[in-house]
């Protein structure tokens, strides 16, 4: 038996048993890692942001600048554009590459999409697109997770942990909230709450947010004060909110759908001139509406302590900033949608606070909570992670009081989006792109083993069956079956239950098969 081939069945099965305490000071070192890296990220980001304005405001004073500033961008815009051709896992969001890599669909090259993703956000938020930091600081987490596995030659199995432990401390970073970051990549991104990706996860969660926190404090990203919790009688006007943001969130998902067809059934533009675009589109907007420029940080900000927006300028905002946020990501420019459709949420929900102040006469000093709720209510609708959407707005705005209020307009969007037949935003990104390759799953060599685990769902056509009642998909073996603390060797007669998690060996190049095939086979469809 080759015993050096760290990837044959015997090392495979070795070190699956052995590695889980390693992997929580795995998950530390690449938390630590991630945490540096995003916070050198947020710091060029929020520079680039001051520089901006001053920009905006020497243009503004001196307009014969302006065709100087258009050059700028458009050649910016063309160099992001080359970037993105030369590594294509670099555009958009991120967190729809890094399901497909841990689903085995797609391949990532961690210290090319680390400097590209990091390179290009820079130059296309900084200079203004309405795109946000999280969904590429998800995705540079995910490279340093798989770069540590990659130098540190770690089997497979291990690195595809270390990458969801990156995207953890990725997010954990970008917001100040480790908790959000920790339920989001299971939530969302590894589809799997087993007890060690949990543990590796929240270590380097809590690592990253350790080394953002050093630099940036401990204070939650939206530090709003004087917050007057919602009476518990005015939750009916929490689930309208919740219907409503739901409605709006189905909207989100197929406009920015729609919005990249567009940019592809047009043929007078190669693709590398995409980016021009939104950013030319920016130089209009930073001279009459600065406010929408960039992630909306500073617009959610704005929106609690000022307070002063008349109905007309909220519209007026709500639709400029939704259609500069498609203009921007459907361009494929790297950058996250997390940021601005948090920001488009706080709008809608000033808007619904206005309304009912002016035409139903209701409290004004509630006004800053359905910023708040509709903010977790249009993730929800958009992303469908509705835990995610309440822990991440919870530790945002740093206001556990609304809780309860949170989580209520979560689950009501969440219903509405699901009712009206939304997949979830992410699972629609991921698709497009593996249509866009021909659904050609990554190679490996048949030689070189893999272990995949799977969680067995109440309902799936796993659930309740006998090993030997189940017709087993080729070139696959069931090697464990964890059930709480107690590992069995699996057996003809042994039965599965809801909760169970299944070990798979299979060989490298049938991995993505064989994880489509279990995935049906142990979630309810």
């Given at each position: ?9 015997y ?5 699956w ?8 000071f ?5 938390g ?12 060029a980001?929020?520079?680039m ?15 014969i600048l ?17 970037m ?19 689903l085995?669909?797609?391949?990532m090259?961690?210290?090319k ?9 820079v ?12 969904g ?7 490279a ?52 060690i ?6 270590s380097?969660?809590?690592?990253a947010?350790?080394v ?22 005015s939750?009916?006007y ?25 940019y592809v ?14 950013l ?17 940080h500073?617009?959610?900000v704005?929106?609690v ?15 400029v ?24 949420g ?6 619904y ?18 910023i ?31 809780l ?5 307009v ?14 979830p ?16 799953a ?7 083993k ?15 069956k ?13 090697v464990?079956v ?6 069995i ?15 798979v060996?299979t ?9 489509d ?6 979630h309810?469809?």
């Amino acid at each position: 038996m080759d015993t050096n081939n760290k990837n044959n069945t015997y090392n495979s099965l070795f070190h699956w048993h052995s590695f889980r305490l390693k992997l929580v000071f795995e998950g530390i070192a690449v938390g630590i890692l991630t945490g540096f890296v995003v916070v050198l990220y947020r710091y060029a980001l929020e520079e680039m942001g001051i520089l901006l304005t001053e920009v905006y405001q020497g243009l503004t004073q001196r307009p014969i600048l302006i065709p100087i500033w258009v050059c700028v961008l458009a050649v910016l815009g063309y160099s992001v554009g080359l970037m993105v051709k030369y590594e294509p896992m670099i555009s958009g969001s991120g967190i729809p590459q890094v399901k497909g890599v841990l689903l085995r669909k797609l391949e990532m090259e961690w210290w090319k999409v680390i400097l590209g993703k990091f390179i290009g956000g820079v130059l296309v938020i900084g200079t203004g697109l309405s795109m946000g930091r999280e969904g590429p600081s998800v995705q540079l987490g995910a490279a340093v997770g798989q770069g540590f596995s990659k130098l540190f030659k770690r089997i497979k199995i291990e690195e595809k942990y270390l990458i969801t432990s990156g995207a953890s401390a990725g997010l954990a970073a970008a917001f100040n909230a480790p908790l959000a970051g920790v339920m989001f990549a299971l939530e969302e991104i590894h589809k799997n709450f087993s007890p060690i990706v949990l543990l590796s996860a929240l270590s380097a969660a809590l690592s990253a947010d350790f080394v953002s926190s050093q630099f940036f404090g401990l204070k939650p990203v939206f530090n709003f004060t004087n917050l007057t919790i919602l009476p518990l009688r005015s939750y009916a006007y929490i689930v309208l909110l919740g219907m409503i943001t739901g409605v709006l969130g189905v909207a989100f998902n197929k406009t920015i759908l729609r919005t990249q067809d567009l940019y592809v059934e047009q043929k007078w533009l190669s693709k590398r001139f995409w980016i021009i675009i939104p950013l030319l589109i920016s130089v209009v907007l930073g001279l009459r509406l600065p406010q929408v420029l960039g992630g909306g940080h500073e617009l959610i900000v704005s929106l609690v302590t000022t307070g002063n927006f008349s109905l007309t300028i909220l519209i007026v905002l709500l639709l400029v900033k939704f259609l500069f946020t498609m203009a921007s990501f459907g361009s494929g420019a790297p950058g996250g949608i997390f940021l601005p459709l948090l920001a488009i949420g706080a709008i809608i929900g000033n808007v619904y606070g206005v309304v009912l102040v002016q035409f139903f006469h209701f409290e004004s000093g509630f006004m800053s909570n359905f910023i708040i709720l509709a903010m977790a209510g249009y993730f929800t609708a958009v992303v469908r992670a509705p835990i995610t959407g309440t822990i991440l707005i919870t530790e945002m705005t740093g206001s556990f009081s609304h809780l309860l209020s949170l989580a209520v307009v979560s689950i009501v969007a969440y219903i509405v989006a699901d009712l009206l037949g939304s997949k979830p935003i992410y699972e629609s990104l991921l698709d497009r792109i593996l249509h866009k390759q021909g659904e050609r799953a990554v190679m490996g060599n048949e030689k070189t083993k893999s272990i995949l685990e799977f969680a067995v769902c109440l309902g799936s056509m796993l659930d309740g069956k006998k090993i030997k009642e189940v017709t087993w998909p080729s070139d696959c073996l069931l090697v464990s079956v964890k059930r709480g603390e107690r590992e069995i060797i699996p057996k003809g007669d042994t039965v599965i239950y809801p909760g169970d998690y299944l070990i798979v060996l299979t060989n490298e190049d049938r991995v993505s098969k064989i994880n489509d095939i279990m995935i049906q086979m142990a979630h309810v469809n």
